[in-house]
């Protein structure tokens, strides 16, 4: 009779963990051929605001960007800065009253698409803000953004629209008829003291002149 093998539960498992960290070491060896060689990366999932996203992927490069805002009726003539998105998802404003700001994250001014420049409204003491005429513009009126090259581009009032500060303005920033448009937004209407801000947004469209 031949004598029975004694089984070792210690090598066992000794060799289970073996095969385990042997797999392992396979399956991390093929994934990083996966990454490096072959070049597939992982997708991470964004952060940033829909917006933001969705404009910086369709943003052209057709002209360069604006510095100077010029409205020869009412009597604006003023450099253009840039801004992005506030912490609510609003669009941000330049600090400074008689300055301009550009969305920099939407198409620049005489690009395809719904360029956005914003400026303030009311008085601080008695000096005003640079859009405080802004209401005046009627349709055919001349608006002209100067890009860093020098080169002018004119744009022409087509109409004036009033929103509640909580509406839905999604067509100030997004056009789909592949033109390009100046969307020029201010306050208007009564100061609300209590909101520490005015009772309406008032938003002038317009269309880059045909040459």
Same mark, same amino acid.
């Given at each position: 009779m031949k004598p029975t093998r004694t089984r070792h539960p210690k090598k066992s498992l000794l060799q289970r963990v073996i095969f385990a960290i042997t797999l392992v070491l396979i399956i991390a060896a093929a994934v990083f051929l996966l990454l490096v060689v072959f070049k597939i990366k992982p997708q991470n999932k964004s952060t940033q605001p829909t917006i933001r996203t969705a404009v910086t992927q369709k943003k052209s =490069?057709?002209?360069? !960007?604006? =510095?100077? !805002?010029? $409205?020869? =009726? $009412?009597?604006?003539d003023t450099t253009i800065n840039y801004v992005g998105l506030t912490t609510d998802g609003a669009m941000d404003i330049d600090k400074d009253p008689d300055r301009v700001a550009w969305y920099e994250f939407g198409p620049r001014p005489g690009d395809e698409g719904n360029a956005v420049i914003a400026g303030h409204y009311g008085w601080i003491g008695d000096k005003g803000a640079v859009f405080n005429? !802004?209401? &005046?513009l009627k349709k055919g009126d001349l608006i002209s953004v100067i890009d860093k090259k020098g080169v002018t581009i004119n744009f022409i009032v087509s109409k004036s629209q009033k929103y509640d500060p909580e509406a839905d303005? &999604?067509?100030?920033?997004k056009s789909i008829d592949g033109k390009s448009h100046l969307n020029l937004i201010t306050c208007n209407g009564v100061w609300e003291s209590s909101k520490n801000t005015y009772t309406e947004r008032l938003v002038i469209f317009s269309d880059k002149e045909i040459q």
């Amino acid at each position: 009779m031949k004598p029975t093998r004694t089984r070792h539960p210690k090598k066992s498992l000794l060799q289970r963990v073996i095969f385990a960290i042997t797999l392992v070491l396979i399956i991390a060896a093929a994934v990083f051929l996966l990454l490096v060689v072959f070049k597939i990366k992982p997708q991470n999932k964004s952060t940033q605001p829909t917006i933001r996203t969705a404009v910086t992927q369709k943003k052209s =490069i057709k002209v360069d !960007l604006p =510095i100077r !805002l010029v $409205i020869p =009726i $009412i009597k604006v003539d003023t450099t253009i800065n840039y801004v992005g998105l506030t912490t609510d998802g609003a669009m941000d404003i330049d600090k400074d009253p008689d300055r301009v700001a550009w969305y920099e994250f939407g198409p620049r001014p005489g690009d395809e698409g719904n360029a956005v420049i914003a400026g303030h409204y009311g008085w601080i003491g008695d000096k005003g803000a640079v859009f405080n005429e !802004l209401h &005046t513009l009627k349709k055919g009126d001349l608006i002209s953004v100067i890009d860093k090259k020098g080169v002018t581009i004119n744009f022409i009032v087509s109409k004036s629209q009033k929103y509640d500060p909580e509406a839905d303005a &999604t067509s100030v920033f997004k056009s789909i008829d592949g033109k390009s448009h100046l969307n020029l937004i201010t306050c208007n209407g009564v100061w609300e003291s209590s909101k520490n801000t005015y009772t309406e947004r008032l938003v002038i469209f317009s269309d880059k002149e045909i040459q």
